[in-house]
């Protein structure tokens, strides 16, 4: 039997739900969370496999599957929660639920692994994919109105939506999925349940239900196949201005986890607006940056959760002077901070040439305000950083130095983020590809 004929994506699935029994029997927090991250390390070599298979022509089944867009993909979201938990520090394990991790990995494998034509699936998990974090807050007796309110609302209307293209609706039901993606993107006026969940829930389950961008994948599999033009420029401008207001405001807040929750609406935004231009290169840019900002805000976010886990909440008023402290969380927090602005020799410096290329040949006006939003959000990062690494010393008893764990997952972020930016092409390439079948397939509609 051909290993690579077995029926990766689903194993991927299946494999953290079945982590999810096993760590809910083990009552020690410590061993519960060398369990899950086995568990996270199996699931993510499983999750190149489907990808190896697609390689080598071998086709998945029905319901999961994987085309050149989803493959690279897996690997990065099981990634992201791979080194979540391998930088957990031993001081949040008491509180991190490590059940609830494994079972939002598998909501967001079985979303992203869901087959285009099992259109009805991908809605599934992503609408199951909002109670997690519900969850979390729910049993840490934090408040849950903000976030249910939102999630609620995007997960009637991704439903109804659906319902209503599958019915032949399909302004009706285009306008409704348009609102959803809006929602759960974060889009100005409905963006407040994104800072609010930064607040109030645990970082590490924030950062992974926000870094894998739901919103973005939505838009791609079941709005621009489908959107009159005139629903795709709606969101590109509601975006655009969303991209710049929350810029303007990571760059004026004094407190860090609505710093970051401001940055990822602001990068979320600026991926839709590529997407919505709908042309080659400006797709492309979008699909290009979707991955460089997931990558570079989920290693900004853990270092952050590292900082914070030593000092408590951080304040960004005032200069903290952490360098002397753990100078290689400092050069870790300044390379992805800057990685997700588009700085050269990053993989998002190649990202954000694409989409602003192809936001000139659109729209120059666009244009503008692309750069005007990675500007303001380039000089966000910097004031973060001075706010928490430079200035006086404030020397303590206690060793706050970066862990081995913390090394490794810092180390795996960086040589992503350099690497695809040395070496962008391959990358590259396989997201032109995607773009243009996108497109290919919006114009037969």
Not at 62 to 84: E, K, Q, R, S
Not at 166 to 173: D, I, L, M
Not at 246 to 271: E, I, K, M, N, P
Not at 348 to 360: N, Q, R, W, Y
Request: charged letters at 10%; glycine letters at 10%.
């Amino acid at each position: 039997m051909n290993l690579l004929s077995l029926p990766w994506a689903e194993l991927c699935v299946l494999l953290p739900f079945v982590g999810v029994a096993v760590v809910g029997l083990v009552r020690d927090p410590a061993i519960a969370g060398r369990w899950t991250l086995g568990i996270s390390a199996v699931v993510f070599g499983g999750s190149i496999m489907p990808w190896v298979a697609l390689e080598s022509g071998i086709s998945s089944g029905p319901y999961f599957a994987v085309d050149g867009l989803t493959a690279p993909l897996l690997p990065l979201i099981a990634l992201l929660h791979l080194l979540t938990v391998l930088a957990t520090a031993r001081v949040k394990r008491n509180r991190m639920s490590f059940g609830g991790h494994l079972a939002g990995e598998g909501l967001w494998l079985g979303a992203f692994a869901a087959a285009p034509s099992a259109g009805w699936l991908l809605v599934l998990f992503l609408a199951l994919g909002t109670l997690p974090p519900l969850i979390e807050l729910w049993q840490r007796g934090r408040p849950i109105r903000v976030y249910a309110l939102h999630m609620g609302t995007f997960a009637l209307l991704l439903t109804t939506g659906w319902v209503a293209t599958e019915a032949g609706a399909t302004t009706f039901g285009a306008v409704l999925l348009s609102l959803a993606v809006l929602v759960r993107s974060g889009t100005a006026t409905v963006h407040l349940w994104v800072p609010d969940l930064f607040q109030h829930a645990s970082f590490g389950t924030a950062l992974l239900f926000v870094a894998p961008l739901a919103g973005v994948y939505a838009a791609l599999r079941l709005l621009i196949p489908i959107a009159p033009d005139w629903v795709l420029e709606g969101i590109g401008l509601a975006s655009l201005a969303t991209a710049v207001y929350a810029a303007g405001l990571a760059a004026v807040q004094d407190d860090a986890r609505r710093f970051f929750a401001y940055l990822v609406l602001s990068h979320t935004s600026l991926v839709m607006v590529g997407l919505e231009l709908h042309t080659a290169i400006s797709l492309t840019g979008a699909l290009c940056l979707w991955a460089s900002v997931a990558v570079s805000l989920a290693g900004l976010g853990i270092i952050l959760r590292a900082v914070e886990a030593r000092h408590g909440r951080l304040a960004l008023a005032g200069y903290r002077g952490l360098y002397d402290e753990s100078p290689s969380l400092a050069v870790g927090f300044l390379l992805m901070g800057l990685g997700s602005v588009g700085f050269p020799a990053t993989f998002g410096f190649v990202s954000a040439e694409l989409l602003v290329d192809g936001a000139i040949t659109a729209d120059p006006a666009v244009a503008v305000g692309i750069v005007a939003a990675a500007a303001l959000n380039g000089i966000a990062v910097v004031r973060a950083y001075l706010a928490l690494f430079t200035g006086a010393r404030h020397p303590s008893p206690l060793p706050f130095g970066i862990t081995i764990r913390e090394r490794i997952a810092v180390l795996a972020f960086a040589a992503i983020i350099l690497g695809c930016g040395i070496f962008p092409q391959p990358f590259v390439s396989s997201c032109h590809s995607s773009a243009e079948s996108l497109l290919e397939l919006r114009a037969r509609r």
